[in-house]
């Protein structure tokens, strides 16, 4: 099987590692295949993908869509290496406000899916970092909305001390102001 799949601390959060088949040219391996995600619990209706390429330093988040455009993100670090964090906002969660972190990188072939619920972000580790990730709704921008990347309550451990942030991810508002429309319900 060329996929192994872990359930992490929330989980819902599920880690992927992919199975590289190296040679004397490189490697290959195969980041998504429809039938082995399906059978362990990952939504595969995909349908656009996102490309990001982020210098060190660079943090990207904590982003989700509202309902009733809410994203579930497969995300995969292509080039360098990523801090890569789901932060449950489900209201009434057993888990909400909780988080989980991940290294992505070109070398440990892992993938994080982060379902529809959670705020996402990441931060770059290596000089630049290629990152990919798959949605399961298009981009709404009446309907992104975010959380600041430092919230107090959140704490997230962030390898990073001084993030190189966007102008909008600086003025995000904590959890407990965000605007969100998610409620956790035992059967998602």
């Known amino acids: 099987m060329p996929f192994t799949f872990k359930k992490l601390d929330i989980p819902e959060v599920i ?12 490697y290959f391996l195969e980041s998504f ?25 660079v943090l990207r988040g904590l982003h989700y869509q509202k309902n009733p455009k809410a994203q579930s993100k497969l995300v995969i670090a292509l080039r360098g290496e990523i801090f890569d964090v789901a932060v449950d906002i489900r209201k009434g969660s ?13 070398n440990n072939h892992k993938l994080l899916y982060v379902p529809e619920g959670f705020a996402h972000g990441f931060c770059v580790l290596s000089e630049t970092a290629d990152v990919l990730y798959k949605v399961n709704q298009e ?3 009446e309907d992104e909305k975010g ?12 390898p990073i001390e001084k993030p190189i942030l966007h ?12 605007d969100n429309n998610f409620i956790y319900t035992r059967d998602k």
């Open 139 to 141: 981009y709404s921008p």
């Open 94 to 106: 057993p888990t909400y406000g909780q988080w989980v972190g991940h290294i992505l990188s070109e």
């Open 15 to 26: 880690l992927v590692e992919a199975k590289a088949f190296p040679d004397e040219r490189g």
């Open 147 to 158: 959380i600041v990347w430092n919230d107090s309550e959140i704490n997230i451990e962030w």
């Open 167 to 178: 102008e909008k991810d600086s003025h995000l508002p904590s959890l407990k102001n965000a």
């Open 33 to 57: 295949k429809e039938s082995s995600f399906t059978s362990n619990g990952v939504d595969t209706k995909f349908v656009q993908d996102n490309f990001s390429h982020s210098t060190k330093g």
